[in-house]
């Protein structure tokens, strides 16, 4: 099995991007074996997925899993649904600033994650890891990707599952800030669980993961 | 203009739930002499949203506000999304907990709300309320209406505009707990708020309120 | 019973401080009829609680109770212990920025609050709002005028009780921010609870409220 | 110089406690390669001060350093002041739940650390690790533990110096809470910083870390 991973540059003014120092991790430790890659996307609007198709067309990969930075969260966010909606707080690393644009115009309003959330949730816990399923990915460059990688999916490499996982900000960017956070190799740790699992499930489980609000 | 305010039965142990508790004040105080209809929902899968069915019947509104109850949230959070997933995370008023089971069987997987999400945002924060636009509305009770809604105005009533807000915590429900609250008179005035918004709006504005994640 | 309530002037770059709106509206309301006095402090080390001690001289109270910001809280915090330190985070409004530096150099390490702070926290709660005891002030004005009030009991007015009551934003101040809030009504009905229990009860209650850290 | 480093058995249902977790591995590290022994204490009010006292005995150190656990911390809390107060919110290990009562009868109501707690922040903070101050250390063993410390030095210790230092939960048991965590492994490089800088610095150093309340 094929695997892409992608993680991002750092952006907001941050000097590192956990998301990426934990992707390369990943490819490093190559789970289960699989022939791994690790790829660093722009945090540009159209130029990250514009890069994601091309690593997808360069390795061929089965599974596609993208991490990105998600400051405030205290453990991986394997998140269920992407929206076609760009909305961005803050200008991307190009300056860019869309409001409300759809990412594909035309294509429909959300895409649920291909990978096995629950499971991926389940497994990263049963590794001593805090996980979770969310329920947006916000609006920025996460959600970007993660819907040009669903809507790639859907519309031309119906073969292909893929996913996307939020991650919390790296111990060294909260060091003087009351911001949970978690070790990169914790993160690379929880990031190959969910490989190793979405590779070899197809079903996910029936449990209530959900949230109330 | 004839308006209809839903708001939700308490559920999950507590005695109130203060979405229920606002929209009786909104419909008594008419917002801009509106003809307004408050009507409380059950907090029960399926026959929350033939009850707000019913109630469009009944009532011909030419807006609907759904209000629903966010513990833990700071301001009122008018919802952007609703998504085709039901997946409880307590069991509902009746016992059922579906997992991961579409709304509408069919139905795409997400609907953007047809309020201007944005505007009413504002209009809150001008009246000295917090508010914020959400990502995701959950996956229980509160997501399962406002997807009902969404569908039922694609699907049968065009000229009909409506969303969601969710609201936090009446100060009673929080005595002895660390969680944030706003006070039920505060909750209707925004609530008031945003139905003379969305009244009057149909543009919304083009103001960044997206989330990094 | 003569009661005076005190109330801080804004800082940080807030335009309100909700612990004065608030004191005012309690002196306004004459909880139990007594005479009360709200007196407003500035933000300035030093010069607070020279005010304090003039408004205590002017009034002769049988009751003090200080009101102060704490931004970040949920509900009122029935202050236990004030400690002998000066350490400011910012300038003061009139730009002092002491660092570990004494209030009152040779004085205790720390007093305890000489109000019932259990009883007050249990009757705020029975009225309906979030309230707790809480282990520290900080170190910057409030704990300053939370010392040098008690250094004032404890050497000058053995007859005189008093104590601190930190109380989260206004609304307004959080508009759009995740903060929580709570209207200054109900802080204001929150203190003059406190003004009641304070007066009527001289034994506290003996229930745990300690933090678990 | 000799180290004497204590942790805590865990208690409130959990099956780890890092800061025992912790302590041993910093006792294996032996920091500047000093004579470090790590003692485990429990969770009994009383006891604990009892086994701190037989190990400072027998072990006669020139520092000591005890760490608790202290859910919900983002980072590791150099704890500022230690009170003269039990008040337990949930039972010790044993069962006992003193409610306000003092740690030791007529002592004096708090102590400040004995260690620079401003340069042990900044040196964890170094080293890529989040670090404050905090101004309380609770009612429960932690505080106690810290007070009898404290006291300990002053009475009868005049050239021991040592603090308290709470630290967050292990990620293992937040797997399925939103509570921020921090890797046992890196718990332990914080508090091997904290025993290298309280080693070598007697003068604090003059920086704000007070918290505005």
Same mark, same amino acid.
């Given at each position: 099995?094929?695997?892409?991973?992608?993680?991002?540059?750092?952006?907001?003014?941050?000097?590192?991007?956990?998301?990426?120092?934990?992707?390369? #991790?990943?490819?490093?430790?190559?789970?289960?074996?699989?022939? $791994?890659?690790?790829?660093?996307?722009?945090?540009?609007?159209?130029?990250?997925?514009?890069?994601?198709?091309?690593?997808?067309?360069?390795?061929?990969?089965? #599974?596609?899993?993208?991490?990105?930075?998600?400051?405030?969260?205290?453990? #991986?966010?394997?998140?269920?649904?992407?929206?076609?909606?760009?909305?961005?707080?803050?200008?991307?690393?190009?300056?860019?600033?869309?409001?409300?644009?759809?990412?594909?115009?035309?294509?429909?309003?959300?895409?649920?994650?291909?990978?096995?959330?629950?499971?991926?949730?389940?497994?990263?816990?049963?590794?001593?890891?805090?996980?979770?399923?969310?329920? $947006?990915?916000?609006?920025?460059?996460?959600?970007?990707?993660?819907?040009?990688?669903?809507?790639?999916?859907? $519309?031309?490499?119906?073969?292909?599952?893929?996913?996307?996982?939020?991650?919390?900000?790296?111990?060294?960017?909260?060091?003087?800030?009351?911001?949970?956070?978690?070790?990169?190799?914790?993160?690379?740790?929880?990031?190959?669980?969910?490989?190793?699992?979405?590779?070899?499930? $197809?079903?996910?489980?029936?449990?209530?993961?959900?949230?109330?609000?």
């Amino acid at each position: 099995m094929k695997v892409l991973i992608t993680g991002f540059e750092p952006f907001g003014g941050e000097g590192v991007n956990p998301s990426w120092s934990a992707a390369r #991790l990943v490819a490093e430790a190559r789970p289960c074996g699989f022939d $791994t890659t690790a790829v660093r996307l722009s945090c540009v609007y159209g130029k990250a997925i514009a890069e994601l198709r091309a690593a997808v067309a360069d390795t061929g990969p089965d #599974l596609v899993l993208c991490a990105g930075q998600a400051g405030g969260r205290t453990g #991986l966010s394997v998140e269920r649904v992407a929206v076609n909606v760009d909305d961005a707080r803050i200008p991307d690393n190009a300056g860019n600033q869309p409001v409300d644009e759809p990412i594909v115009p035309g294509g429909p309003v959300a895409y649920l994650s291909s990978l096995p959330v629950k499971a991926c949730v389940a497994a990263v816990r049963e590794a001593g890891l805090p996980a979770s399923v969310s329920g $947006t990915a916000g609006n920025f460059l996460c959600n970007h990707v993660f819907y040009g990688l669903a809507h790639l999916i859907a $519309t031309e490499r119906p073969g292909l599952r893929g996913g996307f996982v939020h991650v919390p900000y790296a111990p060294e960017q909260v060091v003087g800030k009351a911001e949970p956070s978690m070790s990169v190799q914790d993160i690379a740790r929880g990031l190959a669980v969910i490989v190793e699992t979405a590779a070899r499930t $197809t079903t996910d489980l029936g449990v209530p993961e959900g949230a109330t609000h």
